[in-house]
């Protein structure tokens, strides 16, 4: 057994779930060159040194012209020997984010449509992949009772490398506890 | 901007946080060859193709002996040009494990010293790392108010891609919704 560290085994990929509280209703596209048109949300591969949330709002704003602003992670999934990674690993991170405009201007290289749907309707539908289903379901869950019951919020620490920092999602802790570090 | 796939930027490293309920200890270990001798979970970086609650027990078992079993995902990280990493990105998943044996034998090649510490030490301690002590606090919380405030169970379902199968992480939803897919 080797003692050098592994070389890069994964690409991540990001979604950004981008729900406008006032109507329930979130942003989904449908993506070009799909056998089967599912309704999904903007999304697509960060680049090297991009954050997770940083990706997410890139993706949406290239593929539909929204702008829109991180709030926590939703889910992460993880698949081995993914088609579009020559082999390699795939991490899929889902991220709510909060729409800053709501004008949709469609990239028609990457999507065939785009619209704001209801998250009950997206719960609901068939034409969506059970990743998508899911964050609906805690969208909703959310709306409903608070979002705390199904973020995973961010928390930038400082690295041990000097000046470096690194990004911390996880449930939120209660308020008080010895959490100063 | 190319639509081709991106290569694999981050390898995946795991850690196990074996927690015994009974008690409330969980197993700790200080790294041998780090400049500060801190408490931290057992772990190392994955395999390719390998799960992330996988390398978690593989991880625990090299290190220190003890047989344990998945139970949850607690936290992710995300870290850019990673020291280890050759200039390329590490996501480092913290994961809850149940513990199936409690004897520890040392694997002296990796680690100094494992012991079983209480969650509040753990918590308390200067020795130790922000995410550990995250760790820590997220499974006292777990320990005294149910492990379904903190955790992020694995749902494992079919891929696109007949005969694959993914593993999908995220708060649990409430039964009875229309989760069936």
Known sequence: ESMLPAFATHQVGVAGAVLDEASGKVLVVQDKNKTKNAWKFPGGLSNLGENIGDA????????????AEFRSLLSVRQQ??????????????????????????????????????????????DATTPITRRGALLLLHGLRHGFQHVDLPLEELPAVQP??????????????????D
């Open 56 to 67: 997410a709002v890139r993706e949406v704003c290239e593929e539909t012209g929204v702008r």
């Open 163 to 180: 000046g470096r920092r690194y990004q911390l999602y996880h449930r939120a802790l209660p308020a008080g506890g010895p959490q100063n």
């Open 80 to 125: 081995h020997d993914h088609p579009g990674a020559f082999g390699m690993s795939d991490l899929y991170a889902t991220c709510r984010l909060r729409p800053l405009s709501f004008r949709i201007t469609l990239c028609p290289r990457e999507c065939l449509r785009a619209e704001w749907m209801g998250l009950e309707e997206l719960a609901r539908t």
